[in-house]
């Protein structure tokens, strides 16, 4: 039977059968995970304004499997000393955390969303083949084969117009001698323009635009995100440091009341001093003692907890860089060039949450502009056209002297516009919301800035007065140390002073800490704080 099948005939079935063979066979998961992550970056990159930082950090990675010599398992970053830097902890927490890498994934899945919305609103192509094979016994040997193809292109143009144009393409062949042939072209095509109100693409037009503006939203959330996530990073290491130096603070006061109970002994031995002062010495000793146990616990529970932080072993043998601190101790405390105002300008032309609530305006406005235009007279603008080609075979050639044309209109009047009419209120009110929220973080920002300067004035005093403190302290124990070998001192002032040394000394850490932080924090909420690719930080000049 197959036999009888003319040559045109098996060509245009062996061509159908190639195109969807072709297309069902496709291509493999890892092509398209390929070409969805060179869209998504595409659009990340072209949406990454300069302001926002260096484009780093921010690429997601599908699993914790090896990939490349670059991805490597976070207990292999640990260097063999064990001692993490700063930067570091900053490089391991900004590959490896987990909260870090969900904020990683959600600025991808926003750019992923837009790739599908972009998809429904553009131009592009549909291609559909269809045959039938039908063996006429009842009437004799015919063996009838239809076979067509349709090629159509959709999209949206500016404006809200829409396009449509397919091409379409026919062809019988009536086998077992049958000469008889048809062979034909069917080109058509549609537009629709909006001249009043908010009809034909307008709507999906906003749509578009909407999703276009929120991947914008979303970078500008991502880069905020950062910076906050580099700051309690710094936070988080310093304070581990502060509680580190706790701990050796304590241990020191604890030896140094060992000593001094050690010479009391004697003293009281040779009758110099009273049993009593042995005693009171011990509660000291014991008082620091449990002092020192709690420091030592609280450090090393930090210590796990920043482990986490940065998605290692919770058994890893880590520890931190003291030379960090003492690096910071050697800076000491700096002003920032700032005055409140000039800090309160900087923030709201820097500050990108404050840049999404301003944008979020724009788009409350934009949508009651497209609300307001639905309340009235909706008219489009029609036309369309059909043009085939002649009988037989002549497919190619297209008759458009022959072809039907069409132009018209489509107007919806306002008898009835409830729905209209509530989304216009609805678009109201939510611009009145939009202001607001835009007006409140203008001045929650100016109070940030105000407080934050004041908290860096203070911190900067704190520390001032704490070393003044700590120097007292030494004073009045060296001062209690001659009278009592003199034989004039009394055990319970040196134990004092004893006491006031190591509340000084960490309290001068304390204070070196938190101005550094808040000094960090200042730079972030003012919105000069620029990460670079190692995961670090400077202070963008303005």
């Known amino acids: 039977m197959f036999g009888k099948f003319q040559p045109l005939t098996l060509l245009f079935w062996l061509l159908g059968i190639v195109v969807i063979t072709g297309f069902t066979g496709g291509c493999s998961p890892e092509q398209y995970k390929a070409d969805a992550d060179k869209e998504?970056?595409?659009?990340?990159?072209?949406?990454?304004?300069?302001?926002?930082?260096?484009?780093?950090?921010?690429?997601?990675?599908?699993?914790?499997?090896?990939?490349?010599?670059?991805?490597?398992?976070?207990?292999?970053?640990?260097?063999?000393?064990?001692?993490?830097?700063?930067?570091?902890?900053?490089?391991?927490?900004?590959?490896?955390?987990?909260?870090?890498?969900?904020?990683?994934?959600?600025?991808?899945?926003?750019a992923l969303s837009l790739t599908g919305t972009r998809y429904t609103y553009a131009l592009k192509w549909f291609g559909t083949i269809d045959g039938t094979y039908e063996d006429n016994k009842s009437g004799g040997d015919d063996v009838t084969i239809q076979t067509s193809t349709e090629t159509s292109k959709r999209g949206l143009f500016l404006d809200?117009?829409?396009?449509?144009?397919?091409?379409?393409?026919?062809?019988?062949?009536?086998?077992?001698?049958?000469?008889?042939?048809?062979?034909?072209?069917i080109l058509s095509g549609d537009v629709t323009i909006p001249l009043l109100g908010s009809g034909?693409?307008?709507?999906?037009?906003?749509?578009?635009?909407?999703?276009?503006?929120?991947?914008?939203?979303?970078?500008?959330?991502?880069?905020?995100?950062?910076?906050?996530f580099i700051v309690d990073i710094v936070d988080q290491y310093y304070n581990i440091l502060e509680r580190r130096a706790n701990v050796i603070n304590s241990e020191n006061s604890y030896n140094r009341l060992?000593?001094?109970?050690?010479?009391?002994?004697?003293?009281?031995?040779?009758?110099?001093?009273?049993?009593?002062?042995?005693?009171?010495?011990?509660?000291?000793?014991?008082?620091?003692?449990?002092?020192?146990?709690?420091?030592?616990?609280?450090?090393?529970?930090?210590?796990?907890?920043?482990?986490?932080?940065?998605?290692?072993?919770?058994?890893a043998e880590i520890a931190l860089d003291p030379n960090e601190l003492v690096a910071l101790e050697d800076i000491g405390i700096s002003g920032v060039d700032y005055t409140t105002e000039m800090a309160i300008e900087t923030a709201r032309h820097w500050r990108l949450d404050l840049a999404n609530r301003a944008d979020e305006v724009e788009d409350a406005e934009r949508r009651l502009v497209l609300a307001a235009e639905g309340l009235g007279v909706q008219l489009d603008l029609t036309g369309g056209t059909d043009v085939g080609s002649p009988a037989q075979t002549k497919f190619d050639r297209l008759q458009f002297q022959k072809g039907t044309y069409s132009?018209?209109?489509?107007?919806?009047?306002?008898?009835?516009?409830?729905?209209?009419?509530?989304?216009?209120?609805?678009?109201?009110?939510?611009?009145?919301?939009?202001?607001?929220?835009?007006?409140?973080?203008?001045?929650?920002?100016?109070?940030?800035?105000?407080?934050?300067?004041?908290?860096?004035?203070?911190k900067a005093e704190q520390y001032r007065i704490k070393q003044m403190a700590l120097v007292l302290a030494q004073r009045r124990k060296n001062t209690q140390e001659m009278l009592l070998s003199i034989g004039q001192g009394e055990t319970r002032l040196l134990l004092d002073a004893e006491g006031a040394?190591?509340?000084?000394?960490?309290?001068?850490?304390?204070?070196?800490?938190?101005?550094?932080?808040?000094?960090?924090?200042?730079?972030?909420?003012?919105?000069?704080?620029?990460?670079?690719?190692?995961?670090?930080?400077?202070?963008?000049?303005?």
Request: charged share 25%; no cysteine.
């Open 200 to 228: 034909a693409g307008k709507v999906r037009q906003e749509n578009l635009t909407q999703a276009e503006r929120n991947v914008l939203y979303q970078i500008r959330t991502f880069n905020r995100y950062r910076k906050q």
């Open 160 to 185: 809200g117009v829409i396009y449509n144009a397919s091409i379409a393409v026919d062809w019988i062949r009536l086998l077992t001698g049958d000469p008889r042939t048809t062979l034909g072209t």
């Open 258 to 315: 060992v000593e001094s109970k050690k010479r009391l002994a004697i003293e009281v031995e040779t009758g110099s001093k009273a049993p009593s002062d042995v005693d009171e010495t011990d509660q000291q000793v014991l008082s620091e003692e449990s002092k020192l146990v709690a420091a030592q616990q609280g450090y090393e529970g930090a210590l796990d907890q920043f482990k986490v932080t940065l998605t290692l072993p919770t058994d």
């Open 407 to 458: 132009l018209g209109f489509a107007a919806d009047l306002p008898f009835s516009r409830v729905a209209e009419r509530n989304a216009y209120r609805e678009a109201l009110i939510t611009l009145e919301q939009q202001v607001r929220e835009y007006e409140n973080d203008q001045d929650s920002i100016e109070l940030n800035m105000r407080a934050a300067l004041r908290d860096l004035k203070a």
């Open 501 to 542: 040394i190591l509340s000084a000394q960490n309290s001068v850490t304390s204070a070196l800490v938190a101005h550094a932080v808040a000094k960090l924090g200042f730079y972030r909420d003012v919105g000069i704080l620029q990460i670079k690719p190692d995961g670090m930080w400077e202070a963008q000049e303005q």
């Open 40 to 110: 998504v970056y595409q659009i990340i990159d072209d949406k990454w304004q300069d302001e926002f930082g260096v484009k780093a950090n921010y690429i997601i990675s599908d699993s914790n499997a090896v990939t490349s010599p670059e991805d490597i398992p976070v207990e292999k970053v640990i260097p063999p000393s064990g001692i993490i830097s700063l930067s570091e902890a900053v490089a391991i927490a900004t590959k490896y955390n987990r909260t870090y890498k969900s904020r990683k994934e959600t600025l991808y899945q926003s």
